[in-house]
């Protein structure tokens, strides 16, 4: 009788690999889960909980009503209306619908609209290694990219545990510009209309996009245009049609982000000397200020660009400039950029230091800003109001330590955004084009 061969060394490795993988994976998601449903930022997901509830139950989530009989909860009496296009708003009507109309629990409540965002994490640490794989990056590097993504702190508070989806609008702009790469049109310009349509924060990546298909067909580049606005009209415009919602209240604060200023951007000086965030009348263009900032940007890169890797330093680049020339950035939106600075920093075009200071210092300035004392409001909220009244107290300290982080995240930034815009030799393209 012949007897089973014993594994080898390196299948017994391999084994061994696997399993920790899949603790690690486990880990990621449990503590995503736990964050998930005690941690919630008081502002954010008070709005989530509210538009959920108002589309599940066939109202227009862009009229501001009192629910606090509904949640049970003062603090959903003056609450304002979603800001969002209508396809996040379609989602939170959906997990309403099967969750809160069904078991109506608040922590319950909490958790469920977070999966989305939590699937998008694990999808995104994924693709990453499936591009790096395909980049010809060793499995050591790959590894330590995808152990990043699953653990990094700032990508779990900003989205499992604050609530907010900029991971969902990175998934979708990094496999748009994968699919760009392998020489589809359709797939891509689909993908990131969807990406916009929920946040307009991948909007710098179109003069990219433009600049890389001029550059190969000028049928592509009409064909894809086509299909972006197409697909924009479709996740932006039809579900008003389709649900009969009045877009007159989002018609009407159409330029809400061209008029403030502040948090994370150069306009932070703003809340700390006038304690507002409206833009005063006479710095009006400073609202818009992003706009000629990325038409020099892509005057320098109407080079062209040449590969895949180009294109993510690119993107990477223009976003950048976008958000340190905007008048307004949270903290949350500098989850778009992490993925393809993580891609750059494992293909050697970008240095860690650079990627540490992309998300230590917005976490720092979370800290500065109260936005993590606000994540206990699902669980605990009587402790967050104590921390909130304990940092008013300190309010000029903190403040002048707010701004300094801002001044060293816009430098930083400048630095990183810059290097981007250099020169360098290409490499052997690894995807296809």
């Known amino acids: 009788m012949v007897q089973p061969a014993r594994p080898t060394g390196d299948v017994r490795l391999h084994k061994r690999m696997a399993k920790s993988d899949l603790f690690l994976l486990a880990s990621s998601i449990l503590i995503q889960v736990c964050l998930a449903m005690f941690l919630g930022h008081a502002y954010d997901m008070r709005i989530f909980m509210a538009t959920g509830y108002l589309v599940g139950t066939g109202q227009n989530p862009y009229i501001a009503q009192d629910l606090s009989a509904v949640f049970h909860d003062s603090g959903f009496k003056g609450i304002t209306t979603l800001g969002y296009f209508p396809p996040w708003a ?24 977070k999966l989305p965002v939590i699937a998008a994490n694990i999808c995104l640490a994924y693709l990453v290694v499936s591009i790096l794989h395909r980049l010809g990056v060793q499995e050591k590097t790959v590894h330590r990219a995808w152990i990043f993504l699953l653990f990094n702190p700032f990508l779990l508070l900003m989205s499992s ?14 496999f748009s510009l994968l699919k760009l790469s392998e020489g589809k049109i359709a797939s891509p310009a689909l ?176 800290f500065f800003n109260t936005s993590l004392a606000q994540l206990l409001f699902p669980s605990l909220p009587g402790l967050m109001d104590r921390l909130l009244k304990f940092a008013g107290e300190f309010s000029s300290a903190r403040y002048d330590l707010r701004t300094l982080i801002v001044v060293i995240w816009l430098v930083a930034g400048w630095r990183v955004a810059i290097a981007c815009f250099k020169r360098v030799k290409v490499k052997p393209e690894m995807i296809p084009a």
Not at 90 to 113: D, E, H, K, R
Not at 161 to 174: H, R
Not at 263 to 280: D, G, K
């Open 161 to 174: 545990a604050w609530g907010q989806f900029d991971s969902i609008v990175a998934l979708l702009t990094l």
């Open 191 to 366: 993908l990131l209309a969807l990406a916009i349509s929920f946040k307009p924060t991948p909007l710098p990546v179109l003069p990219v996009i433009f600049v890389y298909l001029a550059g190969r067909s000028i049928k592509n580049t009409l064909s894809y245009f086509a299909i972006f606005s197409a697909g924009v009209l479709l996740f932006c415009a039809l579900p008003f049609v389709i649900f009969g919602w009045s877009p007159v209240p989002i018609l009407q604060h159409w330029d809400f982000h061209f008029t403030v200023g502040g948090a994370l951007s150069f306009m932070t000086f703003l809340e700390y000397t006038t304690w507002s965030n409206a833009l005063p009348g006479q710095l009006w263009f400073l609202g818009w200020l992003w706009v000629p900032a990325l038409g020099i940007a892509m005057v320098i890169i109407k080079g062209g660009v040449k590969d895949f890797n180009d294109l993510v330093k690119k993107s990477f680049a223009l976003v950048m400039v976008f958000y340190l020339c905007r008048a307004w950035v949270a903290e949350t939106n500098v989850v778009l950029v992490l993925p393809l600075a993580l891609i750059l920093v494992s293909t050697n075009e970008l240095d860690r230091l650079s990627l540490a200071a992309l998300w230590v210092l917005p976490l720092t300035f979370s």
């Open 90 to 113: 379609m989602v939170l009507g959906l997990i309403s619908l099967v969750t809160y109309q069904l078991i109506p629990n608040f922590l319950f409540y909490n958790l469920a609209i």
